[in-house]
Each structure stands twice: as C-alpha cells, then as structure tokens.
C-alpha cells in the first residue's frame, strides 16, 4: 500500500486490487467436441480470492476517496457543493413513498430462523428481475416450499394500512401459487374476519389459500430441515402448524423525509392519508398542495 496525492487529495492506494479483471480460463475447442464438458473451468484459488477484492465493499463512506481515484469517466466530485433550487409551480403533488416495519415475533427476534422471512423479502424473489430471477426459495437450503405461511404479527393499525399490508402479501401468495405447483399457503391474522368483510368478494376470488383468524404467538426450527413451527391461538385454543417457509408481513408507514416535506408545506399526513384510489389526486386544507393515492 502506498499514498500518492491527486488533484490535492491524498490516495491510498491498495496493491492488492487488481487492475484488470482476471480472464476465466477455459478449455480448448479440440477439447469440446462429442462431450458435455464446462468449457469454462474456473479460477484457482488465489485468483479467485484476487477477484474477490476487487470489490471495495464500503458499505459506509469514509470518504477515502478510493473510487474517485479509480473512476476513469471523474464521474465523482467530491467538493460539490449542496445546492438550494428555487422553483415556481402552480401545484405540488406529494405522493407517500413507504417504509415497511417488521414487528418481532416470539421465537424469532432479528430474524434468527433462515427460513422466516419478510414479504418484501418475498417481493424482491418473485420479481423476475430480482436475485432469484422469479423464483420463491428457502434461504436455509435453496429448495422450493411446498407449505408456505404468512403471518400478520402487527396490530392496533388503522384499517386501511391493516387490508393494505394484508393485500400486498395476498398478491405474493397468488403469484407464488403461479409458480410453484400444488403450493400449499395460509394466512394467519389477527384482524382477518375484519379484513374479509372489508375485501369482500375480491377475497372469494382467492382459491387454494387457507385464511385463518388467530394471533400468531411463537416461531420455532424444527427437525433436520430446519422448518418452521408456527404456534397461533384461534378461537381460545392452541393450534400448531409447519411450514416449509414463513412469511412475516410488515407494517407499511410513512418515511421520515416524507413527513418532514409535508410540514415544510404546512399540512399533516400520515400513511392513511395516502390510500384511496390508485392514481387519484386529492386536494388538501393547503391550497395548491395535493396527495396522490395509492392502495
Ligand atoms: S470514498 Fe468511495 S471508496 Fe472511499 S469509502 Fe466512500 S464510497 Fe467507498
């Protein structure tokens, strides 16, 4: 590691991050014929390890100004000022942006169980652009469930943030039922007679999902696979039940940065005041000031 000075910022410079990626090797075209060899054979460890650190792995500025170094196209400026603009408009819309909340379940604080996860977790594998190109999986083993379980393990909230939230994760549990044959899902929440009343036909439209009214109470591992025992009271008894994977929902809420925005502008929001119809503008006591909707 040597320090050398650029453009009077002084750059430490990592020896150990190579320059150029390294080449995979592969084998050669005589080699391929009449079989069905890899023709690319992987790099040996200690280029693999090189590779590796090409990554510079931030995670949190320190502002050591490495990637300004290495950015060829000096598509980084450091001494940018912050800069205030002042626009003339006759109207702003605001729209709610969202932050989502995980509340803790029994058994499984901070996400202790591989196979517990959040439904935005679920979002992100079945969107075909994602990381698991479309594909639901269990983190602990990469295999697809056949039993998958949601759980609503949040309440006292407005009912409309309640039939959101539980109308996100009924969409994933219709797409997952699209792509993973003979799945098997149920619904466990505290506030599902309330929300069936209030979807109303559209629920009836659902088929093949379990909908179960009860308060979820406990997630336990169990046995070699490492599934997931969820406990939930219904009706004043106990009832257990095992799923290849749990799906914990998560409470949908405004984004300090939105909040803050509405109170520069003078008027007083919260995530409920966002939900209506999709697409539509609604005025508010501020003249000029709207609120687009969403569901
Ligand atoms: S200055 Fe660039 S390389 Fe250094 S920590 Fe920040 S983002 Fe990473």
Redesign the pocket.
Same mark, same amino acid.
């Given at each position: 590691m040597y320090i050398y000075e650029k453009k009077g910022r002084y750059i430490i410079d990592f020896q150990d991050i190579p320059a150029k990626r390294a080449e995979m090797p592969e084998i050669e075209v005589e080699e391929r014929q009449g079989n069905m060899k890899e023709v690319e054979t992987g790099f040996p460890e200690d280029v693999a390890v090189a590779e590796a650190k090409r990554c #510079?792995a &931030?995670r949190? *500025? #320190?502002? &050591?100004?490495? *990637?300004?170094a290495e950015c060829k196209p000096e598509a980084?400026n450091f001494d940018m000022p912050d800069e205030d603009f002042e626009l003339e408009v006759d109207e702003v819309i605001l729209t709610s942006g969202m932050q989502r909340k995980i509340a803790p379940i029994r058994g499984n604080y901070g996400n202790k169980h591989m196979n517990v996860v959040t439904d935005l977790q679920v979002e992100r594998m079945l969107a075909d652009t994602g990381p698991s190109d479309g594909l639901i999986f269990r983190p602990q083993d990469g295999e697809i469930p056949k039993k998958i379980g949601f759980a609503q393990t949040f309440g006292g909230v407005d009912d409309k943030v309640r039939d959101a939230a539980l109308f996100y994760a009924v969409n994933e549990a219709i797409m997952a039922q699209k792509k993973i044959e003979g799945v098997e899902i149920s619904f466990v929440s505290p506030d599902m007679d309330a929300f069936k009343a209030s979807a109303g036909s559209d629920l009836d439209k659902v088929s093949g999902v379990n909908f179960v009214n009860g308060t979820v109470a406990e997630a336990t591992e169990v046995g070699e696979n490492k599934d997931i025992e969820l406990k939930y009271e219904v009706g004043g008894s106990e009832k257990t039940e095992t799923f290849d994977l749990l799906v914990l929902l998560t409470r949908p809420q405004l984004p300090p940065m939105i909040e803050g925005s509405a109170k520069k502008l003078g008027i007083e929001v919260n995530y409920v005041s966002f939900l209506g119809t999709p697409g539509e503008i609604v005025e508010t006591d501020k003249a000029g000031v709207m609120l687009a909707q969403n569901m």
């Open positions: #510079l &931030c949190r *500025c #320190l502002g &050591c100004a490495l *990637c300004w980084i």
